[in-house]
């Protein structure tokens, strides 16, 4: 049966300033354009989940590719994963410096490998055995996040809050829960939710199959080697179509620990809807970790759901009946 297909993209769920909104939501817009001019040609939902992460990866406004945060130790450290709901075929890499679209990279892996993970040099030599060109680590870095980095080691010499979630989280007992007005990086009222904007796609395609990708520069001045939720099957990212098809953004280390993408994804196999499973997988990770984020969820039926519980999230749907954005759900 021919379904009408549907796309949906985010740029990430954080306590976006006021000033960021417009190119967090044009980022978005390109996004779903880029994405929605492959599935209304009839391409397949992975085809339009890889061109959509690609494109956010080129935009230096999101935490992927182009722009990434920076590692402790100054450098960008990308992870990515990429998954096919009608075969279950799943390509990730993780910790690559040398790649322009670590997206890319995870597709080559997904088709052209029997494995379905690779990290650091080994992810590297296998894209550019796969025709990938391999670019120097300093043509992903922007100005805005070499500040950034400074700042959060300024602060932390100052003995501040630290901002980054670059170390561990808490226990539920002591997690540090957010609250709305968090103000922007470094300013007075920064908080928890100050920077998560990872990027992400899922996809319903016209032969009613679904994909999931998610990329991701991880966290600011996060530990080099450092891997995250957004690479890792059913923490950041999962397609099933008998499920549903998840991307994720957030602190990655309490994701991980409730491998949040698969406890959503099984519920709508259970039967309960998209729009209401993304909420409840919001506040089960708020609830149980005081772990804060944003998922795009949607099953092979055409069913989907948004949520947040940061101030704002950059998201985007497309379907037949045209394209919507926005920094709030
Ligand atoms: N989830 C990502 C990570 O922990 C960060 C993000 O979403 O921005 O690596």
């Keep these: ?19 960021m909104t417009e190119a967090n939501e044009q980022g978005v817009f390109d996004a779903l354009q880029a994405g929605w001019a492959l ?33 402790r130790d100054g450098r960008v450290q990308m992870d990515a994963l990429l998954m096919d ?41 296998f894209a550019a055995s796969h025709g990938m060109p391999l670019i120097a680590n300093e043509e992903l870095i922007v100005d805005r996040e070499r500040r950034r980095l400074e700042e959060a080691h300024e602060r932390e010499r100052a ?14 007992e002591t997690a540090v829960k ?28 016209v032969d009613g199959n679904i994909a999931a990708a998610t990329s991701t520069g991880g966290t ?13 099957i059913g923490c950041g990212c999962y397609a099933d179509n008998q499920s549903a098809a998840v991307s994720l953004t957030g602190w990655g280390e309490p994701i991980m620990k409730l491998v949040l993408g698969k406890w959503a994804t099984d519920r709508v196999q259970m039967g309960r809807p998209p729009e209401q499973v993304a909420q409840e997988a919001i506040s089960y990770l708020y609830q149980r970790l005081g772990g804060h984020g944003g998922m795009i969820l949607l099953d092979a ?28 759900v």
Excluded at 159 to 172: A, H, N, R, V, Y
Excluded at 220 to 232: C, F, I, N, Q, Y
């Design 220 to 232: 600011l001045s996060k530990a080099p080697g450092r891997v995250g939720d957004s690479s890792l």
């Design 1 to 19: 049966m021919q379904r009408s297909p549907i796309l949906i993209v985010h740029g990430g769920a954080w306590a976006m300033p006021d000033d």
């Design 178 to 205: 957010p609250e709305p007005g968090f103000g922007g990086l470094g300013g007075p009222s920064s908080g928890p939710v100050d920077s998560h904007d990872t990027v992400g796609a899922v996809a319903l395609d």
């Design 85 to 125: 709901g009608a075969t279950l075929r799943a390509g990730g890499v993780a910790c690559v410096e040398r790649l322009r679209n670590p997206i890319r990279a995870a597709r080559l892996v997904l088709d052209e490998s029997p494995h379905v993970y690779f990290v650091g040099e080994g992810a590297e030599a």
């Design 39 to 71: 599935l209304e040609k009839g391409a397949t939902a992975i085809e339009a989940v890889e061109a959509a992460v690609t494109q956010l990866e080129n935009d230096a406004t999101f935490d992927a590719g182009y722009g990434s945060f920076l590692t």
């Design 301 to 328: 039926q055409g069913r989907w759901g948004i949520a947040h519980n940061t101030p704002r999230m950059a998201w985007g749907v497309h379907t037949a009946d045209g394209p919507r954005v926005g920094v709030k």
């Design 159 to 172: 003995g501040l809050p630290d901002i980054t979630f670059s170390g561990d989280d808490k226990s539920p």
